[in-house]
């Protein structure tokens, strides 16, 4: 597909969105408005009838609400949405603006869309037919919209925002059918989502991606490159993902030891992936240097690899060999991969996506799909076996054997949702109506953002003296 | 007033602090902490007669303590405040160190001083005289200097470190007295502070800066702009001061669903802001570019603008309402009013402070107090309308369209604290012994830090051989 | 020792570090499997047999886990661990990737094997010989690896990756043998590890660099220092660490009221530790300008020194003035003694570790130890006593006085370990296989990693079209 849109890409092209961005922005959350005002209400803990939930329900402390319970995993699961994903994708020299706003753009309006999704698939309140929302809802919200950022990684300066905000209203869609059926459906267990979040978005990027294929995109290769504080500046998102990462995947597991299961089981995971990135990243280069790239991206690796089973009872040693081959695959494929898919496969991954959340995202269901066949009542305890795969109602004559088989159906139908998504939302994106820019104004900020004037450090006089005055709040 | 204050700019000037602000350091802390030793003990959840209080009051577990209710809600404001406030100030191409470091200096005093003042007004144990602290006045004492902050941003750049150690006595003394008016003899409710901390910060720092009015500002307005990085390094602080917004206006609530409703109104309401401020932005510029300083603040305008009636049942659809038009007004403020208030009104506002608390300060009033006077037993539930709006002891026979009446009240006298406190001060203020530097000085951290010499970029040998060394730590 | 290793540092040196790396990489990751696999499981609060648990100890809510009561603060001292640390040492102008990126290599290394030493110490299961770890192992880890960050800041920039891993293997090791002894031999209390963590590993720290002592280290000094940008992304770090610290010092406290005391006691030091940092940063310098340096390390004082006391009934106004001598003596410290260190002890110490973690270290043992000296059952109630400094099975008849004088022995024992393994240690690195930097090669990040090419922004047309491409996907 990629070598037949040279069409698309000749042509004089219009990047002014000062029409079509306010037009999207304004109409959408208008439709928001009108659609959580017909369909949204607080739930029981939510609620100001709390009180009286508490008598009928026989709680007697107010810590047992699930605000308690869940609110702390959610500001960081928060944090690794905005901070996390935004300033990850700062590190080029000249897209740092759109990086971290976009990305602040689509998060703001997927977790919305998201809410209302997620809420018709999964929480009617059969009573009244409302979507009844909670501190879970969002951490939900927060977690389908990762699934968009990632992405957004692969195709990272090479589109619009009206074009982002386009997919993201796709692409949470499909994210909200593809996790019912996952999760309620196929009854599959993805706490931290290395199936139904990582390997979804990530070969939902990829598709777009491959579909919007640049075969000109050299002209703009300038910039697509860091400087040095770009990096540094990278590193504040992958450490911020870092080290929420075991809440993220802990965060919606179940109260108690599944909640603690996960965050130990993640941190181990992790600690071991950073050590396997370091030594690839430093074998495979001339001189053992180090590269930026690697330090910033397969250092969390392991995390993604470890969400499926993060709640299973891995064990420590289970979650640091996950994080050690993921390290190294990784790393693997920011090396020989990414230039082989651009050159051969066409598909152009402005953030290595596929090294990232695609290829741990599959470790993880499979890692997940064994994990769990092999389950046993000895290590989980008997109740522990119920609690932990929710081998109850229309489940409670499932065996850990046969969950192991749905676990792996559940990453193919994943990655097959992701693929397909991904295709059919590109093709709406080629539409040449969404402002994005032309090959050699890719990767540039100055498209879509007033970029202040450049300080001319090299004479601290001219600097102050020559160049057009940027009074910030005086201009229209 | 403005105009009548040109022998105040006219003279020589010295900005050496050299002694005044060590003084005031040294002197204010001892103070502190002669006062903290006759004044402020802890309290019964802090103490260590904590077992013998669990015994007496009939406490089951150590998870009742309200160190579990509201410790994580409070880190998550201290962020606010600290790397929040002060990083979403750096934006400037040569005011970053003044930014965050006078913010950090101003905070640190303010959280002490306003422990003491809120403690002499709310926190009082009748038996002993003494200040009873815990948790909750951290947090309290964290909200106070965020109005403190607020103004800070309105004089950044233009005002001495010891000028802003001034401001800070003063504006957390008047924070206390009318923050004891509306919360105690009015009874109005104010959870995230959008009358109580944002509309009087505010209103404070323009009154301030009004009183300040600098002419000849404009000689140094070379440096009152932005360049790349600093915009990313503002962007921090947007973000944790927007990701953390539910905690700040859910700190306080009440155990339980009042937090838990705070969190997510906030969450909503900010949500929508960002779709709307990018939608402004955009439409408002030649071409639709975005501006970085739309996108750094009136993201910001719901979370204010939902504090008042954060814990209220104003439903997910009534906070995106909220969110909606703050972000819209907010963005119409910096392209609009302000450059009219700086020319006609001779109020200079740094950061647009009257766009981002301002404004949404006073439309969270007016939604609050709408909000309580619609209030019903059906949509609380008996005990939910009392727990909500506190109906209790002395206003037990108050009924919701009383208490928007009052609501209403408190909004104006927020206001009112505001700018009548800050002529004052700002009176206070222009006394020519404070170090402020010169019309020409100002926005420049030359002038009260040690700057490290600029690299000279042009010539990387250069840039090595040619210039002063700075080493660090053998200066005197 | 400084004098005599003139052939140390006049060989030509070889940096390449491709293969040593990875191979210590690989080779302790994989041992890490291995006595993972061997001796650590879950403990009962993490393991899937936890409804069983909660049977056999009448636990009747899953809000009792101890996750609920220590992961909020794990999560924080998490971000200490890894922002913190990491950006605070990014102030140099061409060492930031080293900074932030070894940071995160020793540390991801040190919990893994903080896990297995501490648990070999503390934490075996006597029913099976297995390390059992739940939430508060990770906060161990965190808080073993904080020594080694803090050792790492006195080398910075002068040793290789591969010296820092061996450095981080030893010092680990050695950490949890004096922890041992001063914990639970000697039965000392320290809650923020004062001693345990700050005195050791700073004079740790200054031991390695003292026996590492480089004499021409002037060739390099240009690199020393900070630019305009770098100093920011310092106070990231600062501010990260000086906000989270109460989480620091209160998170292995006793449930309750321990938390609650120690967060309060450190918030306020910290507060107090500011302003006379400010006040003695500006009093040094000519015109009264205030340094980064001091900001950025000196109001961190504040918190090291009220570590060992925290959990203590040390009083508001008791922080208050620790927290005020720190911040003097430290700053203090920066002015006098680490150049003083430099010239005549032969110790580099490029953050100065002595002033922020060394002498601040040494005061909260002394605080630590007069105030459990002068502990009283009328302070504490007697339960709260025993409580608060374990007076249980074999201390059950130690007194507050006995407790003090074993305070003041464990704060020798923690600088004499730091001062002797230092020594030991730093002999150890001297052995010419490790790869490290020449003398002019210090300060730079060029060594170890791929740099980016600089930004020509003298002319932004050259810059955009003169000098090599970063493709930052396509290298090998």
Redesign the interface.
Known sequence: MGNCIVPYCDGPKNT????T??AV??V???A???L??AF???NK????????T?IHENIT?????????R???F??V??MI??GF??LM??M??Y??GA??FN??IA??G??WALLMQGWFHHIDSTDGMIK???EN?INADFCVASCLIAFGAVLGKVS?VQLMVMTLFEVTLFAVEEYIILNLIHANDAGGSMVIHAFGAYFGLAVSWVLYRPNLKES?????????S???A??GT??L???W??FNSAICK???G???A??NT??S???T???T???S????K???????H?QNS?LAGGVAVGTAAEF?L???GS??VG?FCGLISTLG???L??FM?RKLKIQ?TC?IHNLHGMPGVIGGIVGAISAAGATES???Q???I??FVFKDDFKHRTPAVQGGYQAAAMCIAVSFGIGGGILVGLILRMPLWGDPTDDNCFDDEV???????????D?VLQ??NHT????????
């Open positions: 002014n969105v000062r029409w961005l306010p922005c304004f959408w959350q208008t928001m408005v009108i959580f005002g949204v209400r607080y803990e939510v609620d100001a009838h709390w009180p009286e508490k402390s107010d810590i047992e609400n699930d605000f308690y319970f609110y702390p995993s500001q960081d928060h944090v905005f901070v935004g300033f700062t590190f020299k000249r740092s603006f971290v706003g602040f753009l703001a309006f977790i919305q929302i909670g501190v969002l925002p290769s300038q910039l697509n490159g860091s400087v040095y504080h990096d540094v500046f590193m504040i450490l911020f870092w080290m929420f075991p809440s109260h108690g030891d909640q603690h299961r965050a130990i941190y181990l992790l600690a071991a950073v050590l396997t370091f030594a690839i430093s074998l495979f280069q001189h053992g240097k180090l590269d930026m790239v330090i250092t009872m064990m420590p040693y640091l060999i050690f920011y090396i020989y990414t230039p651009e991954d290595g290590v989980y305890g109740q522990g076996l609690n932990t879509y953002w007033e970029v202040p004037e450049e300080e001319d450090s090299a601290p102050y003296n005055v940027v009074n910030k709040h005086a201009e229209v």
